[in-house]
């Protein structure tokens, strides 16, 4: 069965550092990955996918996130934090073999500390 | 073009009542998901529709069904409500379901009490 685990239910970083939002994932087979982004009070917005083209996939907003096989990660990563991004970040995974459902992680808070 | 809408987006009912939450998809989007989201659970699959057939589906118990329509606007109903089913019901839509991407509501807050 698939799942995905985000570590950290909050994570805070100062303005201009380094985002790092971590993402595994557990898939018998290919699976296509997802990071969505929540403001408060809206519905997800997707960052990026990845969909076994480049393992490195550029999303919006300087958000960028690398496959990696071997360690069945799918980490968030923005090289400088600003303000607006406060909001939460969620892994989601899915494969044809579930008929393409989306099994979501339990998300992630990025706090951003002026 | 217009965002994925859903009505009504607040909603406060009582135990045991009924509610229709309703959901239009962006124009040329023949796909809609619904989803659960609690601070406890997260988000849950709830189902989905395509041209007017229940796709894929979720576990959750019969009270809770859905429905498209020609238009592929679609409806979730929750029957006899029970504390618990209080959540942000969040819809989806996509141009064919499957690993497009999905393009989300602003959501329904329900509220039971």
């Known amino acids: 069965a698939q799942s995905v685990t985000q570590l950290g239910s909050h994570v805070s970083v100062s303005e201009g550092a380094l985002v790092l939002l971590r993402c595994n994932y557990s898939?018998?087979?290919?699976?296509?990955l997802f990071w969505y982004v929540q403001y408060p009070n809206q519905g997800l917005q997707l960052l990026l996918k990845?969909?076994?083209?480049a393992t490195l996939v550029k999303g919006i907003n300087g958000f960028e996130a690398e496959f990696k096989k071997s360690e069945t990660s799918f980490h968030l990563t923005k090289p400088s934090a600003h303000m607006s991004d406060a909001a939460e970040y969620f892994c989601?995974?899915?494969?044809?073999?579930?008929?393409?459902?989306?099994?979501w992680g339990a998300g992630t808070k990025l706090i951003i500390k002026p | 073009k217009a965002g994925v809408t859903q009505t009504p987006r607040y909603l406060i009912k009582t135990r045991g009542q009924q509610v229709t939450l309703s959901c239009s998809p962006i124009?040329?989007?023949?796909?809609v998901s619904w989803y659960q989201q609690t601070p406890g659970q997260g988000l849950q699959f709830l189902f989905e529709?395509?041209?007017?057939?229940?796709?894929n589906k979720g576990n959750f118990p019969g009270r809770f069904s859905g429905r498209q329509f020609s238009n592929s606007r679609s409806e979730m109903n929750v029957s006899t409500l029970e504390l618990g089913d209080s959540a942000l019901y969040l819809c989806?839509?996509?141009?064919?379901?499957?690993?497009?991407?999905?393009?989300f509501g602003p959501g329904t807050r329900l509220t039971v009490t």
């Open positions: 989806a839509s996509s141009f064919t379901g499957g690993f497009d991407e999905q393009y």
């Open positions: 124009s040329g989007h023949r796909s």
């Open positions: 529709y395509f041209s007017e057939t229940q796709r």
């Open positions: 898939s018998s087979v290919p699976p296509y």
């Open positions: 990845y969909t076994s083209a």
């Open positions: 989601a995974v899915t494969h044809a073999d579930s008929n393409y459902q989306l099994i």
